[in-house]
C-alpha cells in the first residue's frame, strides 16, 4: 500500500545550522505517530517541512502520492495536512464557533454558510467544546484553548493531523483530557503525528515511536523498542 506521507532525504539548513540531516520516514494510513527527541532535535523543522512553513533545502515530501515538496502552506492544508502550534492563537475577539467557521471558509469544501456552521458545532461536540460555542475564545481556560486548538485544525476533515505539543504545561488530568481527544479523533481515521514531551502520553497514544537527535532519524519502532534503544537512552539521559 502507498503511504500516506513519504519523506525521502529531507534536509533543512538555516545558514550554517542543520535542523534536519536526510531524514525517511514513511507513515501509512491510519497511523498514530509518536515524534520524540530532546530540544532541538529537529522536530517540530521537519514537521514544518511536511506542512509547508519550510521548504526543505534537499529532499522531497510525498502526501497521498502527490509530490508537494514545494507547494504551500495553504495548499498543503487543501489536500488534508493540518497543524496545531505549540502556544494557541485564536481570534480571541470571536467565539468558539466562528473561530472554527474561518478555516471552514479558507479550505473548507462545503457549500453554504448554514452547511459549515452544522460542520463547525459538530466538531465542538466532538471535542466536548459545544456548550462554550457561542463564548469568546478569550475566556477559555489553558486546556480548552488546546481543544480549541486542534478543533481549528480538525474541522476541515484533515486525513493527517500534525499535534506539536498540544499538551505542553497541562496538569496531569488536563493531559489525560487531550489524550482522550486525540484517540477519539484517531478513531475517526485521523493520521495523526504526535510531538511530545510527556512521555507517559507518548507511550499511551502512540503505536510507532520516531526519535530524532540532532536532526538525525536514530530510531523507529514500537514504542518498547525505541525507549529501550541505546541511542534513545543517551540521547535523553546522556552517557
Known amino acids: 500500500m502507498t503511504p500516506l506521507l513519504e519523506v525521502t532525504g529531507l ?7 542543520v535542523a534536519v540531516a536526510s531524514v525517511d520516514l514513511e507513515i501509512r494510513r491510519g497511523e498514530r505517530i509518536g515524534l520524540i527527541g530532546p530540544n532541538g532535535s529537529g ?10 512553513t519550510f521548504n526543505p533545502t534537499a529532499g522531497s515530501v510525498r502526501f497521498a502520492d502527490s ?4 507547494l504551500p502552506a495553504h495548499a498543503r492544508a487543501r489536500l488534508g495536512i493540518s497543524r496545531t502550534f505549540q502556544l ?3 481570534f480571541f475577539s470571536l467565539t468558539l464557533a466562528e473561530n472554527l467557521m474561518i478555516p471552514l471558509e479558507f479550505c473548507g469544501d462545503l457549500a453554504s454558510s448554514s452547511v459549515m456552521r452544522d460542520q463547525a458545532w459538530t466538531t465542538l461536540r466532538l471535542l466536548g467544546l459545544d456548550k462554550m460555542g457561542d463564548d469568546y475564545a478569550g475566556a477559555l481556560t489553558q486546556v480548552d484553548l488546546r481543544k480549541l486548538e486542534l478543533a481549528r485544525s480538525v474541522v476541515v476533515s484533515p486525513r ?14 488536563e493531559v489525560d483530557e487531550i489524550l482522550d481527544v486525540l484517540v477519539v479523533l484517531a478513531e475517526k481515521g485521523i493520521t495523526i503525528i504526535l510531538i511530545e514531551h510527556i512521555m507517559r502520553a507518548i507511550l499511551s497514544f502512540s503505536r510507532r515511536v520516531v526519535c530524532l537527535d540532532a536532526g538525525v532519524k536514530i530510531a523507529d519502532g514500537r514504542p518498547d523498542e525505541v525507549m529501550s534503544h541505546p541511542q534513545v537512552e543517551r540521547a535523553y539521559l546522556g552517557e
Do not use: H, Q, W, Y
Open 11 to 17: 534536509r533543512k539548513t538555516f545558514g550554517g545550522i
Open 43 to 52: 522536530k517540530t523543522s521537519l514537521m514544518n517541512c511536511v506542512a509547508g
Open 67 to 70: 509530490d508537494i515538496t514545494r
Open 88 to 90: 494557541p492563537k485564536p
Open 160 to 173: 493527517l493531523l500534525i499535534a506539536d505539543e498540544t499538551m505542553a504545561g497541562l496538569s496531569t488530568s
